[in-house]
């Protein structure tokens, strides 16, 4: 009798437990079921249709369906410290959505609208990551997130009537980069002023150093055509500087190559640099840290604390854009 009781149970569970997951697709061949149930959690009301959803590529291949709120609480929590200023936690929150929505948009992911992969899409941490990570802060810090996320809850910018490509950054060295100088231009993506400094950023300088040959071999690989015959000191030419400060490029035994290209090659912080040498190594002195392009975090957190609203920080990193929520489409 007790192994036919515990028989019919488990069929009545097997019944109902798929409409307690969310949706999952697996790759082609086979799906990663434990990356699954840690990235994409059950929703935070079960059985309730969510307002605004996303379908987030996973790490294993497969597509989760999670709850827009949800996702953003993972990707803030990914992208800005907890710690930071609440309003510039809720420009972080519209800035991600946006980014989220432009991608959707794009289709750059076919049956998926983002990825986890920060160097494609934006970063995300799952709930189980997060708890690991912030140990006892944890329901402060999540507290702080989810607060920031539901106060914008809908909202994301838009540029002639669709989401616009939301370029965001760790740290700028007193102006952030205009779009044309590292993908295509966008006119909501100009050089503006970024009031950042080292008492607020960490390693907000920082230098990366390379002995000679090193130095020489590194750019050979990729530009063949370079003349390092001769002293070392004569190999640096002309730097040439964009109007956010940055390097354009540099003049290295004889060719003329991109700041964006050198900081690739030298893993660079940023393209805000001085390149010099002496006694056989070559010294790259950095500002900042990430692209440059769109809205700088630590500025942000930085404006947020001098008495900026979310409003304003979104509009200064992002000018010529509408705040808009989805229910005034």
Not at 33 to 45: F, N, Q, W
Not at 241 to 250: E, L, Y
Not at 270 to 281: K, P
């Amino acid at each position: 009798m007790l192994r036919m009781l515990l028989l019919s149970y488990l069929a009545l569970l097997l019944t109902l437990l798929p409409a307690c997951l969310p949706r999952f697709i697996p790759p082609a061949e086979t799906a990663d079921t434990d990356a699954a149930s840690a990235v994409c959690p059950l929703p935070a009301a079960v059985g309730t249709p969510a307002a605004e959803t996303v379908l987030l590529r996973l790490p294993s291949g497969g597509v989760c369906e999670m709850d827009m709120q949800e996702y953003l609480l993972g990707v803030v929590a990914a992208e800005m410290p907890a710690a930071f200023e609440p309003q510039a936690l809720r420009a972080q929150a519209v800035a991600a959505r946006t980014y989220a929505l432009y991608c959707a948009a794009a289709r750059k992911h076919g049956e998926a609208d983002v990825c986890t992969e920060p160097g494609c899409c934006q970063a995300y941490a799952a709930d189980s990551a997060l708890r690991l990570n912030w140990g006892e802060a944890y329901e402060t810090n999540a507290a702080r997130i989810r607060a920031a996320v539901e106060a914008t809850d809908g909202e994301y910018l838009s540029y002639g009537g669709a989401p616009v490509f939301a370029a965001f950054h760790s740290s700028s060295a007193g102006a952030t980069e205009e779009s044309g100088a590292v993908w295509n231009a966008r006119p909501y993506l100009i050089s503006v002023s970024s009031p950042e400094t080292a008492e607020q950023v960490p390693n907000y300088q920082s230098s990366v150093r390379i002995w000679r040959l090193d130095f020489r071999d590194t750019l050979l690989r990729v530009h063949p055509e370079c003349d390092f015959s001769g002293e070392a000191e004569g190999w640096i030419g002309e730097t040439e500087r964009d109007a956010s400060g940055r390097v354009a490029a540099v003049t290295l035994g004889g060719v003329r190559i991109r700041g964006t290209e050198l900081r690739q090659l030298f893993a660079l912080r940023s393209t805000a640099f001085t390149l010099s040498y002496a006694g056989g190594i070559f010294t790259f002195s950095v500002t900042g840290f990430g692209h440059g392009v769109g809205m700088s975090q630590y500025g942000a957190n930085t404006l947020a604390a001098s008495g900026w609203d979310y409003r304003a920080i979104l509009a200064h990193y992002y000018p010529g854009t509408a705040l808009v929520t989805a229910q005034q489409e």
